[in-house]
């Protein structure tokens, strides 16, 4: 696969100090002024040969000390020339809204710097670039013969891991992930769950290709934004039937680059089980079966039925033979709103920060904010064994953005083992 980028105008801006069209709410009321003109583009992948001009990214303008002086909400609300005081300033422009560490689009992010001069106009590029990675997973024909359910992940060494199941479909749409620490290795953890009952687990980690990298010098060796990674699955089966063992291969595209190099998948360890027939039970990695962590179907409702829904559809079991330690939920939404609400609940009820990471184990404000929504939970105290987290008592506060909302689990028992899983929950308009 082939990256080509393609520059897609946002604003033509003007470059004569006397344009009559001019911006002067940054004339300083004593000093010399200049003029800044600015003109915002994004890079993306070529699919098309058609152009399309930005007209919805935000456009914010900063001076030497970080402040901000000017601020677009849209970029075609920025006048052809802006009046502003001498001084150096910082032009920033993006996706509109906040990134988040999972999307389901791509999230651009440009920067210029720029040094205004008395009676001069000052021409600006911001050119944008994908500040987030595409990563898809990929199953073979022979992995959909063998497998019935699986869970996959990948972990940046963040506090959130990318995690994807059978619940996700046989192709799964990809992914844009934020590597907001632009790790040199991911660690990819598989496990699955056989037609004959047998679970087949192995955990490798992934590398760009030091000798393709020696060819193409300018790639950077780190995960970073704009990086096309494809991982393809593939089980080796015995002459038994029996599965034995997981081919994992990957590859990937990245920013500026004029090929794909393939990435070093290196075992770490791999643990094919007995391939004897077991109960099937959770194929989520972590924890092996010290921690039973079940997670439910994905559910889809209208906005409306979100309000008389079971809530038990949305019921996330969870045993642990050690005791519970912690229990982080943590929400991601296709929908920037329901972000922002999510966020606010923090401020009004501490500890219930649903947007990063909430810790369930002891938390009685996460009691109180389901109560102020007229539902109940409980909350486990450290060291019990059994526990449901009711992710449908969440439906009604759903139902009033639609959208992809998926919770992920992180459950952490007394000796340190783990076990993730995801619930997915759509509403509809």
Not at 167 to 191: C, H, I, M, R, S
Not at 345 to 358: F, I, Q, S
Request: glycine fraction near 8%; charged fraction near 20%; hydrophobic fraction near 35%.
């Amino acid at each position: 696969m082939k990256l080509k980028y393609t520059y897609l105008t946002g604003i033509v801006a003007a470059a004569m100090f006397t344009a009559c069209s001019s911006d002067t709410d940054s004339v300083a009321p004593n000093g010399d002024t200049g003029m800044m003109a600015v003109n915002v583009t994004k890079e993306t992948p070529e699919t098309t040969r058609a152009n399309t001009q930005v007209y919805d990214f935000p456009v914010i303008v900063k001076d030497a000390e970080g402040n901000v002086v000017k601020s677009y909400e849209r970029a075609d609300a920025v006048p052809s020339t802006v009046l502003m005081a001498v001084g150096n300033y910082v032009v920033e422009s993006h996706t509109p809204g906040e990134i988040q560490k999972r999307m389901t689009t791509p999230y651009y992010f440009g920067s210029a710097d720029m040094e205004i001069k008395k009676d001069l106009t000052t021409n600006v590029d911001v050119i944008c670039k994908m500040l987030n990675s595409s990563i898809q997973m990929q199953y073979d024909a022979d992995f959909l013969k063998l497998f019935t359910a699986w869970t996959i992940t990948l972990d940046d060494g963040t506090e959130t891991a990318l995690a994807f199941t059978n619940n996700d479909g046989n192709t799964p749409e990809a992914v844009y992930w934020y590597f907001e620490n632009t790790p040199e290795v991911l660690t990819l953890q598989f496990k699955g769950t056989t037609k004959a009952g047998a679970v087949i687990s192995a955990t490798r980690t992934l590398q760009k290709d030091e000798v393709a990298l020696k060819e193409y010098p300018d790639a950077d060796k780190k995960f970073v934004g704009g990086d096309v990674l494809v991982i393809n699955f593939s089980p080796v089966e015995s002459t038994s039937g029996n599965v034995t063992e997981i081919h994992i291969n990957a590859n990937v595209s990245f920013d500026e680059s004029e090929t794909t190099i393939p990435v070093d998948v290196t075992v770490a360890s791999l643990t094919p089980g007995t391939d004897e027939p077991g109960t099937g039970d959770d194929p989520t990695p972590g924890g092996d079966d010290l921690i039973k962590l079940t997670i439910p179907a994905p559910v889809t409702l209208s906005a409306a039925e979100s309000a008389t829904a079971d809530p038990s559809t949305g019921d996330v079991t969870m045993v642990a033979q050690n005791g519970l330690k912690s229990v982080i939920v943590k929400v991601q939404s296709s929908s920037d709103e329901m972000m922002e609400q999510l966020a606010a609940v923090a401020d009004e009820y501490p500890g219930v920060d649903l947007v990063n990471g909430c810790e369930v184990v002891g938390n009685q404000n996460l009691v109180a904010f389901l109560g102020g929504l007229g539902k109940e939970i409980t909350v486990p105290a450290e060291g019990d064994t059994n526990y449901t987290f009711p992710v449908g008592q969440f439906y009604l506060f759903l139902g009033i953005l639609p959208g992809e909302h998926n919770f992920l689990m992180t459950v952490t028992d007394m000796q340190g083992n783990k076990k993730t899983g995801t619930v997915k929950v759509t509403i509809t308009e």
